[in-house]
């Protein structure tokens, strides 16, 4: 089971808070769903993500750093928010009410300028 791929399932889904569906989900229902949860077990605030992850430290010292050493489908969390990485500088998430789920160009210009460096994990 590929979590990434799994999670581009739900691309256009809209924003729900508290959601694992496509009737609506949030950025940790997504995580949830892609790792096959049918209810939700994993939110931000709970340290380690659901499903076969493991920690990749991930030490920048500028954006083009960190970028140099994340892969796609590595799984982002922040405090209180995660997204997927999509590649080429690109997040794939669920983000906010009004938003449906999918890619956005932000990483750069907020994520990372705004929330700092996440953590990442990779699937094994």
Same mark, same amino acid.
């Given at each position: ?25 949030? !950025? ?10 049918? =209810? *939700?077990?994993?939110? %931000?605030?709970? &340290? ?33 928010? !995660? ?10 998430? =669920? *983000?906010?009410?009004? %938003?449906?789920? &999918? ?22």
């Amino acid at each position: 089971m590929n979590y990434y791929e799994n999670a581009l399932t739900f691309e256009g889904t809209p924003y729900l808070y508290g959601g694992i569906d496509k009737n609506g989900i949030d !950025c940790s229902g997504l995580v949830n769903a892609a790792t096959g949860q049918k =209810s *939700r077990v994993w939110s %931000t605030s709970m &340290g380690e993500p659901c499903g076969n992850w493991t920690w990749i430290p991930a030490p920048a010292t500028s954006p083009e750093d960190f970028l140099s050493q994340v892969k796609q489908g590595d799984l982002f969390v922040w405090n209180g928010h !995660c997204a997927f990485y999509a590649g080429d500088g690109k997040l794939f998430h =669920s *983000r906010r009410a009004g %938003t449906k789920v &999918g890619f956005t160009n932000d990483l750069k210009i907020y994520y990372l300028k705004e929330k700092g460096y996440p953590k990442v994990y990779r699937q094994i």
